[in-house]
T-cell receptor, first 116, second 111 residues
Framework: GAGVSQTPSNKVTEKGKYVELRCDPI?????LYWYRQSLGQGPEFLIY????????DSGLPNDRFFAVRPEGSVSTLKIQRTERGDSAVYLC??????????????FGEGSRLTVL | GQQLNQSPQSMFIQEGEDVSMNCTSS?????WLWYKQEPGEGPVLLIA?????ELTSNGRLTAQFGITRKDSFLNISASIPSDVGIYFC???????????FGAGTTVTVRA
């Protein structure tokens, strides 16, 4: 489809394992964002890419979290040594990038991560 | 944590009613946005506001950017069953790309 695509839609893992979550943004969107949404809360910012570079990673909670976007399109969020507190829905969003309207985000359906 | 305070936390609507919700912040935002999220989906943009005092409509939805730049409200007129969902306000600061979201207002149809 033409929207933001995220895989997997659901991921169950054990504490201490490594996980990767993938995001395929809308074609032509230069800006890509990762947000995390816990139950009953609004999305919380994790990291923002403009092209290939992470322009703002101030929302990453600690160094177990890392994200890449090597070719300026698809992005992967990587979580090492998962903890139960990492359980949440991880939302990816894209936008047209610079200029007015940068807050007008198109979100994917999210990847629900459960750490047992 | 959430920087924006949304109220009410939840509301029950009857078809045909007008409903109103608001969002306040202790700090200024240069852009206010309202998103709606349905179960299993990501948030979808409803309205974006760029100027203090601005009043913008999108169908039965009307939103206003408060003149202090610290608040915004969203009205839904003549509500219909498909209006159920969670409504989030979001604020964006000048020269910043990230959004700060409220905790949401959950709208449910009254049985």
């Amino acid at each position: 489809g033409a929207g933001v695509s995220q895989t997997p839609s659901n991921k169950v893992t054990e504490k201490g394992k490594y996980v990767e979550l993938r995001c395929d943004p809308i074609s032509g969107h230069t800006a890509l964002y990762w947000y995390r949404q816990s139950l009953g809360q609004g999305p919380e910012f994790l990291i923002y890419f403009q092209g290939t570079g992470a322009a703002d990673d101030s929302g990453l909670p600690n160094d177990r979290f890392f994200a890449v976007r090597p070719e300026g399109s698809v992005s992967t969020l990587k979580i090492q040594r998962t903890e139960r507190g990492d359980s949440a829905v991880y939302l990816c969003a894209s936008s047209r990038g610079l200029g007015a309207g940068t807050g007008e985000l198109f979100f994917g359906e999210g990847s629900r991560l459960t750490v047992l | 944590g959430q920087q924006l305070n949304q109220s009410p936390q939840s509301m029950f609507i009857q078809e045909g009613e007008d409903v109103s919700m608001n969002c306040t912040s202790s700090s200024i935002f240069n852009t206010w946005l309202w998103y709606k999220q349905e179960p299993g989906e990501g948030p979808v943009l409803l309205i974006a506001l760029y100027k203090a005092g601005e009043l913008t409509s999108n169908g039965r939805l009307t939103a206003q950017f408060g003149i202090t730049r610290k608040d915004s409200f969203l009205n839904i007129s003549a509500s219909i069953p498909s209006d159920v969902g969670i409504y989030f306000c979001a604020g964006q600061r000048l020269n910043d790309y990230k959004l700060s979201f409220g905790a949401g207002t959950t709208v449910t149809v009254r049985a």
